[in-house]
């Protein structure tokens, strides 16, 4: 393992040591080829092996040669780990201050200067830069990393960049980054780009199927790493889970199975680390770390170590063939999150991350005939998501008629038209289609999607802002309330404070109300004692200040509604008028809008409550359909608060119950 183990102890050393790094990657082979090829051309398509350096070396590369030309570079990527991680990675490869030449912007957190130079950022910030500034002219290079992706935010961009070339004449270079691509149909897209195949390294990975489909994937990729670890020489596994909650099981189980290894002790140990996007950043580091002497790293992964990021070491890799996708279901009219079974495309990326730095072995956790079945390559999310914050962007972006916009796939029209519906009914657009003054223009610069954009500026109109601003900070961040077995009952009992007979959201409302009070050297424990989860509720209270500051620059008044919470429900429900539904004698709840048959989710605290009419924020499919942050609300609001939606829907409030 000569190279690959040079690599891990180079990966943290000096900046010497760093440079002899970025040295080794295939990419700098290509250096020279590539700033000229930039130089010659206005577009380029580049195809290369994932961790052949292209996100972390090609815009320096840009950089150095001058082709920011005073202005800036910027890098998006689909993922928020990724564009904050690679910007570290970056500033530290330059020996720069991150925020000072090398920057990030991600929702919510933008580590960027004036200075900045190589601005990394997800797709969503450059598309919001976008709209306040639809030439982009503070860039003069845009790489659009990760294309294959294919997101929203990245689909609206490649029809952008096409209309802001012609206008800018030359003026802004851009560069389509990936690992897995479609390079003809990208190149025909932007009129015959030079495309670009950086040669990769590839190690052959030897691949295991199982011979019966799994009961569990979770227990089989746990039996799996445990097996690894006793039959296999040294190598680190990444093993692909599908969220926060499978890798949380995983890293309980795994320290706890290996203890009953009848040898335990001389196997060496395994250091179990955790990755995906909601982590801090310096926990997020700690997977780049290289492997202790002796000991064996197991990474636990969301989808984000496909392709996003390379994490060096890995000989082994557990792939139970899911992924968690946003999808939209028509038939709700909304966006909700689905664990799916992977394509071939991601099965061959993820094998793939096994063969890096030397021979490696996949097991896949499904059978031969399962991979065989799979789809070729997922969809891209303009098939399967809401269209309503995409509608409304292009509305904005000047766009009259989206229909008519250069996708490089058009979306469904029938998904179009329900986006353009559903902003019509929240008031975003007027009856001539244009965003409407001032509710669309304000919606737009929100960075929220727009039924809870919705929802803060109802807040704000009905004297709620306050409230309204700590609901959808706390709807935007990840579940406040921990679990824990043998902690169970003192969570509930502590708890029990905050509990609203009102709802979800109001008690969430509670949580991070007496969280605000609370002194901040306090806070932690605070949290600890009441099994909360302290980051979401620091970063829902950060979520909370950046919120209010875009309202403060909407010139929207900042009012609370004290003790009387019926404005701030009726604000909800003005946004999430789509997810009202109507309490049936079976006690499950009709969707009024889509006619769905859903039941509350035991973790609400309405669950084993029975109010006439709810309105919900996600809706959950697993054997039953379950909707979670729950709030009561009136029915006698809703043709009030939703007039065009309920017009002909009035008589189905009334028949519910
Ligand atoms: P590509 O974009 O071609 O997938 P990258 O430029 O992302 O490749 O990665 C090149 C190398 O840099 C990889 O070996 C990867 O492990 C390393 N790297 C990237 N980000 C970090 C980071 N934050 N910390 C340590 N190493 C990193």
Known sequence: ?????????????????????????????????????????????????????????????????????????????????????????????????????????????????????????????????ALIDPRLSRYKVVVLDEAHERTLPTEILFGLMKQIQEQRKGGLKLIVMSATLDAAKFAHFFDGAKVIYLQGRQYPVEMLYVSEPVDSYLDAALRTVVQIHVDEPSGDILVFLTGQDEIETLQRLIPERSLQLDDAESHGKM?????????????????????????????????????????????????????????????????????????????????????REAPGKAFRLYTEAAYLGLQAASAPEI????????????????????????????????????????????????????????????????????????????????????????????ASTDPVFLSSRNKQEVSTEMRKQFM??????????????????????????????????????????????????????????????????????RAILSGLFMHAAILLPDNTYKVIASGQIVSIHPSSVLSGHKPRCIVFDELLRTTRNYVRNVTVVEPAWLPEIAPIFFQNKGSMVGRGH
Request: proline share 6%.
């Open 1 to 129: 393992m000569g190279k690959a183990g040079e690599q891990h102890t180079a990966a943290h050393g000096t900046e010497r040591h760093l440079q002899e790094l970025q040295e080794q990657l295939p990419i700098a082979n290509a250096r020279k080829q590539l700033i000229s090829l930039v130089k010659a051309h206005q577009t380029l398509v580049l195809v290369g092996e994932t961790g052949s350096g292209k996100s972390t070396q090609l815009p320096q590369y840009l950089y150095k040669a001058g082709l920011a030309e005073g202005k800036s570079i910027a890098v998006t990527q689909p993922r928020r780990v990724a564009a904050t991680a690679i910007a570290r990675r970056v500033a530290q490869e330059m020996g720069v201050q991150l925020g000072a030449e090398v920057g990030y912007a991600v929702r919510f957190d933008d580590r960027s200067s004036t200075a900045t130079r190589i601005k990394y950022m997800t797709d969503g910030m450059l598309v919001r830069e």
């Open 271 to 355: 250091l179990v680390v955790p990755i995906y996007a909601a982590l801090q950043p310096e926990q997020q580091a700690n997977v780049f770390k290289p492997t202790p002497p002796g000991m064996r790293k197991v990474i636990l992964a969301t989808n984000i170590a496909e392709t996003s990021i390379t994490v060096p070491g890995v000989r082994y890799v557990v792939d139970p063939g899911f992924v968690k996708a946003r999808s939209y279901n028509a038939r709700l009219g909304s966006d909700s999150l689905q664990v799916v079974p992977i394509s071939k495309a991601q099965a061959r990326q993820r094998s793939g991350r096994a063969g």
């Open 383 to 474: 098939q399967r998501v809401s269209l309503a914050s995409l509608a409304l962007q292009l509305k904005q972006l000047g766009v009259a008629d989206v229909r008519a916009f250069p996708f490089m796939d058009p979306p469904p029209p029938t998904a179009l038209a329900r986006a353009l519906e559903l902003l019509l009914a929240l008031g975003a657009l007027d009856q001539r289609g244009a965003l409407s003054q001032p509710l669309g223009a304000q919606l737009v610069r929100l960075p929220l999607e727009p039924v809870f954009g919705k929802v803060l500026l109802s807040g704000a109109a009905m004297s709620c802002s306050e409230e309204a601003l700590s609901v959808v900070s706390m």
């Open 500 to 569: 609203s007979p009102l709802g979800d959201h109001i008690t969430l409302l509670n949580v991070l109300t007496s969280y605000m009070k609370v002194t901040k050297s306090e806070r932690g424990r605070w949290c600890e004692e009441r099994l909360l989860n302290a980051r979401s509720l620091r970063k829902a209270l950060e979520i909370r200040g950046q919120l209010r500051e875009h309202l403060l620059s909407l010139k929207v008044a900042l009012k609370s509604c004290g003790d009387d919470l019926e404005p701030l429900r």
